[in-house]
């Protein structure tokens, strides 16, 4: 006889077959996926103000919003919310997480957050395509570092990462930089028409599959090489799935008003949504240009064109140092706002100034620059520089338009941006408690809503009988990140208890491990 309890139960059936202990086996299955949270303040996403309520989930899904008395039964896990606020679980539109699927399954520096959901394939880099002879992560320069396994497109990512039980849901965008380095090499030219034409067909083939859209970084190699053309004929795969082009823009500083022509360029010519990533005017003598940027947006959308963005609510960037430097003639006023991050080569070096290391080396700053990227796994440094105005931020996050994306380097060596960890609780805590620029429940419409309408989460982002039970509880009082410059991977408070695909995924700072993301389609039904 079995020792374990569901045999023990099937025992008990067998002895007595009555429909008793059927019903009674009935139940138990179900006991994990019927959840009621009582007493909460729902904010539905949809930017009205909070109401008061109970919310009952089953089998993953919101069955009932509103007063749940009477209707639960003692199979029910319930949770009093204790007055707290229940908002759609966050969707984080600008993530690098395609490797840390494998990585880090347990997206813990995300779930903590209160995000349920993350858009991947961002800034041209993604995962898929993947071909043989080309080592995704190693094509983007290591952010996409931790993918294992030998998928070549989007069905083959997605079967490999659920044997990983991953947290969160995950939507994938194709990568410029990805398939041109695929096609083309890193060589510096134009495409052929032929290689356009294998180009296409790749991103058409993880279109087809369910990505939600083309991406470009159009400062990195080798997109940077590419002309307005081949951008407009490679978004314009993604008309036909009506879908999404997303860039990381060609110049986000001195030429920042011209890159947002380009961008409203293609998205005119190639008929699609465009949504620009990361918005933000680089380099203090670009401060203020932000607004003159937005105001181009708003013309656009005044014509009819479709524009969304996103921001993250922080000064400082952080990306690839080699890709901000010409070694030939190096940036001295750049190189004086950089702290490092991640540096494999000089790991005490990291979490500092490079004015800081270079001023007790007693060397020159732009030699300190060359030694780094020069030296073994130089290549691999990863920066934080602070060249973004925070009135920007403000300017960003007032706009009706604006998502929230974190932008986060899954590196967990180091120092990482504290983004990674603290984004969504900081808009919350910082901007709308402390600072004011934008009401609460219209910043979780930009959090959930708006975000899973743009980028294709089918059933999510709303609070709403039918939609899935992704949902974070928080306090709207005490909300904020913890993650600092200084000491970034920390866990922001005020988060009480997150839940995904109707599972309790994180609750009271305790993760559950329960492993209930699923890989997501645009707009269509999630696959898991
Ligand atoms: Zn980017």
Request: proline content about 3%; aromatic content about 6%.
């Amino acid at each position: 006889m079995d020792q374990d309890q569901s045999g023990a139960l099937r025992v008990v059936r067998q002895h007595r077959g009555t429909q008793y202990n059927i019903s009674f086996l009935r139940k138990k299955e179900n006991h994990m996926s019927q959840l009621t949270i009582r007493n909460v303040n729902i904010l539905d996403g949809t930017g009205t103000e909070a109401f008061y309520g109970d919310v009952t989930i089953e089998d993953g899904r919101i069955t009932g919003v509103g007063d749940a008395t009477g209707s639960v039964t003692n199979n029910t896990t319930e949770i009093d919310g204790d007055g707290l606020h229940l908002a759609p679980g966050f969707i984080d539109t600008h993530s690098h997480d395609d490797g840390a699927f494998f990585r880090h399954p347990g997206m813990e520096f995300k779930l903590a957050q209160g995000v349920t959901s993350v858009v991947t394939g961002n800034c041209g880099f993604s995962a898929v395509p993947a071909s043989a002879h080309m080592d995704s992560a190693k094509a983007s320069g290591g952010i996409l570092a931790g993918i294992q396994a030998g998928f070549t497109d989007l069905e083959g990512y997605f079967e490999a990462v659920l044997q990983n039980k991953p947290a969160i849901n995950n939507m994938m965008l194709t990568g410029h930089n990805t398939v041109r380095s695929i096609v083309v090499g890193h060589e510096q030219r134009a495409p052929t028409r032929e290689e356009l034409r294998k180009m296409r067909a790749l991103v058409e083939q993880q279109l087809e599959q369910g990505s939600c859209g083309f991406s470009t970084g159009l400062i990195y190699t080798p997109g940077k090489w590419s002309e307005t053309e081949e951008i407009i004929e490679l978004a314009s795969a993604a008309n036909l799935h009506n879908a999404l082009y997303t860039t990381h823009m060609r110049n986000e500083g001195d030429r920042l008003l011209e890159a947002v022509e380009e961008t409203l360029t293609i998205g005119q010519e190639s008929d699609v949504h465009v949504h620009i990533s990361h918005h933000k005017s680089a380099g203090q003598p670009n401060w203020g240009k932000v607004r003159a940027s937005l105001e181009r947006v708003d013309e656009a959308l005044k014509l009819g064109q479709r524009v969304t963005l996103d921001v993250y609510p922080y000064t400082a960037g952080s990306g690839r140092m080699i890709e901000y430097f010409n070694l030939e003639k190096i940036n001295r006023t750049f190189a004086e706002v950089i702290q490092l991050a991640s540096c494999a080569a000089f790991r005490h070096y990291e979490g500092r100034m490079l004015v800081d290391i270079a001023k007790e080396e007693a060397i020159d700053i732009t030699d300190l620059v060359k030694k780094i990227l020069t030296a073994p796994g130089g290549e691999k440094t990863i920066c934080v520089h602070f060249i973004i105005d925070e009135k920007d931020i403000e300017t960003n996050l007032a706009h009706a338009d604006m998502m929230v994306g974190s932008d986060g380097i899954p590196d967990l060596r180091g120092r990482p941006h504290p983004r990674l960890f603290g984004t969504f609780p900081r808009v919350l805590g910082k901007y709308v408690r402390e600072r004011g620029i934008l009401s609460l429940p219209e910043a979780v419409r930009r959090m959930t809503s708006l975000s899973a309408e743009t980028f294709g989460l089918q059933d999510r982002g709303k609070i709403q009988a039918g939609y899935w039970a992704d949902l974070v509880l928080f306090d709207p009082a005490t909300i904020i990140d913890t993650a600092t410059y200084d000491n970034p991977k920390q866990e922001p408070t005020g988060i009480s208890l997150v839940v995904v695909n109707g599972n309790i995924a994180l609750q009271n700072g305790q993760h559950s491990g329960a492993g209930a993301g699923k890989m997501l389609r645009y707009r269509r039904e999630a696959f898991g």
